[in-house]
């Protein structure tokens, strides 16, 4: 029984990503962007990826630069599927 318990919880583990605020000019919205360091397909050098996560911040706690904890929940709308779990430093 703990097996399948514990086989279940592995499977509905939320994605986090920790980025940088870039805009909060929406009402209960934040725009962060994400940069992963990833290695190039063919060359492996190291190169960066960035990306835009449309987040929920229910209570408009996130500044512009402030660095966030972010993770995936069900589509709050049409763009935002993330939302804010903590601000890690302003």
Do not use: Q
């Amino acid at each position: 029984m703990s097996e399948s318990s514990e086989a279940t919880e592995a499977v509905h583990k939320r994605k986090t990503r920790v980025g940088v605020v870039i805009s909060n000019k929406m009402e209960k919205t934040i725009v962060v962007e994400h940069i992963a360091r990833v290695p190039h397909p063919k060359f492996n050098k190291i190169v960066k990826r960035s990306k835009k996560y449309y987040v929920h911040d229910e209570k408009s706690e996130a500044a512009i630069g402030d660095r966030v904890r972010i993770v995936e929940t069900r589509p709050v709308s049409k763009l935002k599927r993330w939302a804010l779990s903590e601000v890690l430093s302003h």
